[in-house]
């Protein structure tokens, strides 16, 4: 009887084991938890063991394409892509990879030790020149306590697509985005939280910025190109220098979209050029970014201290507006619901029903006391009037609202 439960007793303690082993392998489980990250079908601890698992590659394999999928909300060191070695977190030499990281709708927080060439390993992640590098659909998190100069020390061609980062946390932090070289796509809905100061030491302290273009002539001869076309928000200074006096004259940064609350700042003209296509921003300087040519003036219209850029922004904010809100076109010309305005304008939204337009336009007399009387009919006063003679006779009449 003793050997029979001895027996039973050495199949359970081996189940039990076995059960373990087998809950730690789980190669082949996309819920995993035990395991940070995958490649394929092989799981890895940590991103930067996964990432120098895609520089062992050699030849044609390294620029291939190799994806890194988070498996779960997590929280690692930075890493490096397109070294040739990395010794105690400092890159070495250039061998350029392409690498996708997948964050798969979750947060990876990222933490010491920082990685960067030997004397300046300050980057939370260094992307070397010749790489390509995607981060997509999930979260990035910058946590207090971390000793980080840039979350993104970019020399790659780097596309950033329906990421939310967030660096307002680490006071060390200057920059999300910082671009050397390279071509660099915030696309999608990506948003950047880069508000506030950063104070690296007593000397180095100012605004934290979302983006920052730092044009390297000497170095880095191709420039930076940026472009930011994102329907997710950017807060925090958007920032043009150079360093030394031999400026590329390549390097620029484009935005076709966005919402942007933070200042925009070029250092001076031998910068790089900023050019602002469209979207939404709290600068009240925003013009000074814009096409003014004869040919094409960008249009820029302004309300409660919010400018909106491009005709089609300033459409869709027209007709976003509250009842009785008022929007001045600032610049240029535009079409809000099939009526035209021009630069000193005001389109006024209407209380109710339908679309009601004042047109301020003035004729050519000198006297400034007194205002013209608008060009055209209004025709939003018109229909009132007529409806309200009809209401006092008793008569029922309605109108369909435009679109």
């Known amino acids: 009887m003793k050997k029979i439960l001895a027996t039973i007793l050495a199949l359970v303690l081996a189940l039990a084991l076995c059960s373990v082993s087998w809950a730690e392998d789980c190669t082949h489980d996309d819920n995993c938890t035990v395991h940070m990250v995958k490649i394929g079908d092989t799981h890895y601890d940590t991103m930067a063991a996964a990432a120098a698992a895609v520089h062992e590659k050699t030849g044609e394999d390294r620029m291939a394409g190799t994806t890194i999928v988070l498996l779960h909300d997590a929280t690692g060191s930075g890493f490096g ?66 000793r980080c100069a840039y979350l993104f020390q970019n020399y790659a061609n780097l596309t950033l697509q329906d990421v939310n980062v967030d660096i307002e946390k680490c006071e060390p932090c200057e920059a999300a985005v910082h671009s050397m070289n390279g071509v660099v796509k915030i696309v999608g809905s990506t948003s950047i939280a880069a508000s506030g100061n950063y104070k690296w030491s007593e000397s180095d302290a100012g605004v934290r910025k979302s983006v920052a273009l730092l044009d390297w002539g000497k170095s880095y001869t191709d420039g930076t190109q940026v472009t930011v076309e994102t329907t997710g928000t950017l807060t925090g200074v958007v920032q043009s220098t150079r360093y030394q006096d031999v400026p590329t004259n390549k390097s620029k940064l484009t935005i076709k979209s966005g919402n942007f609350d933070g200042e925009f700042m070029r250092e001076d003209e031998n910068s790089p050029e900023i050019l602002i296509e469209s979207g939404s921003f709290t600068d009240k300087d925003v013009m000074e970014f814009t096409s003014k040519t004869e040919e094409n003036t960008t ?45 000193g304008s005001t389109y006024t939204k209407p209380s109710s029903g339908g679309y009601y337009y004042y047109h301020p336009t003035t004729d050519t007399k000198t006297d400034t006391t007194t205002k013209g009387s608008p060009k055209t009919f209004d025709a939003g006063v018109g229909i009132y009037a007529v409806t309200a003679v009809l209401s006092v006779t008793g008569m029922a009449w309605t109108a369909k609202k435009r679109h």
Request: net charge neutral; aromatic share 6%; proline share 5%.
């Open 81 to 146: 892509v397109g070294y040739n070695t990395i010794v105690n977190n400092a890159t070495n030499g250039n061998n350029p990879v392409s690498i996708t990281i997948d964050l798969n709708g979750k947060t990876y927080t990222m933490c010491a030790p920082t990685v960067g060439s030997s004397g300046t390993e300050t980057n939370g992640f260094q992307f070397l020149k010749g790489s390509t590098v995607v981060i997509k659909n999930g979260n990035i998190v910058l946590p207090d306590g971390v």
């Open 299 to 343: 249009p820029v219209a302004s309300n409660n201290g919010t400018y909106y850029v491009g005709e089609t922004t300033i459409q869709s904010a027209a007709n976003s507006l509250p009842g009785g809100q008022q929007m001045k076109i600032e610049q240029g010309k535009v079409t809000i619901n099939n009526v035209a305005y021009g630069q």
